[in-house]
């Protein structure tokens, strides 16, 4: 691991501004991504900034109905509380599928969003990966593939996002807050948090230089039947091949988020449309202008098998 500087910030707008001030520089809470980048120096940033003092460990609910998650919520937390298991079931499943739990009680509720892509050459130094060193190429492109994007990728990256709980947060109509240096706050809805890879995959999400993540909002709960299905190479501690995170009304109209086949959450609100039709043809708007390799052409046929089998679960 490479030598860095360190402070605790004492507020969202300073720890913003010395992230921005001092360059290079990252903000550290939990770790359980970033620690792991820096130790195999993927990440090798010349300055944390310890954004655990800041008041951002609360669930409140918000005027509106719904609930405001403080960035510093931990997973085990999120997943326990009364409120989100009652009317936000699908985050509280997303979030037990995920990691272990004492990665989950670490994790926070903002780095779970930022996870870093799990790709086997992201994290093999020895391989070319434009999410790693910009221009010098993909080596997942012609290797083995079984566990990347069948959408959404592009010439310079075919990797998957991680998370599990993102998946949730988009079909749930999440809201991200934010600080800027400045000290001006913003809100990001969940779909535009995340970027496709086009030319620059190292640019991963719309956060400018130095914005840090205070909270995310969810809306009033909309009911419904929440299901989390995560499909993976074994029970515990892996990675999803795919994820479908579904929510089901009882007219069988609905919304459906899919994890491990594309850069981002993947949603097409189009496809939802289609679900009182079946999964079939919620899978035929979903993977419009897919592009998957030899190895994962799979994850079409079984993003399609594990959609019918939540919408035949929901129907009890």
Known sequence: MKSFTYEKAHSPAAAASAAVRTGNAKFIAGGTNLLDLMKLEIETPAHL????????????????????????????TLAADERVRRDYSLLSRALLAGASGQLRNKATTAGNLLQRTRCPYFYDTNQPCNKRTPGSGCAAIGGVTRQHAVIGSSDACIATHPSDMAIAMRAL??????????????????????????????????????????????????????????VRDRASYAFALISIGAIIQR??????????????????????????RGAKSVA???FDGAKPTR????KLALVERTLAAVLTEAKG
């Not at 609905?254 to 289609?274: F, L, N, T, Y």
């Open 49 to 76: 900034i310890d954004v655990n003092g800041l008041a951002f460990d609360k669930i409140e609910p918000t005027p509106e109905g719904g609930l405001r998650i403080g960035a510093l919520v931990r997973n085990t």
């Open 173 to 230: 109509d999440a809201t991200v807050q934010t600080v800027r240096p400045d000290g001006s706050t913003r809100n990001i809805p969940i779909a535009d948090l995340h970027r496709l890879p086009g030319d620059t995959p190292h640019i991963e999400t719309t956060l400018a230089a130095g914005e840090l993540i205070t909270s995310v909002t969810l809306p009033k709960p909309i009911g419904g039947t929440h299901i989390y299905r995560k």
């Open 284 to 286: 035929a708007r979903l």
């Open 295 to 298: 190895d994962n052409a799979f």
């Open 251 to 276: 007219d069988g109209t609905g919304r459906v988020a899919v994890g491990g086949i594309a850069h981002k959450p993947w949603r097409v609100e189009a496809a939802e449309a289609e679900m009182p």
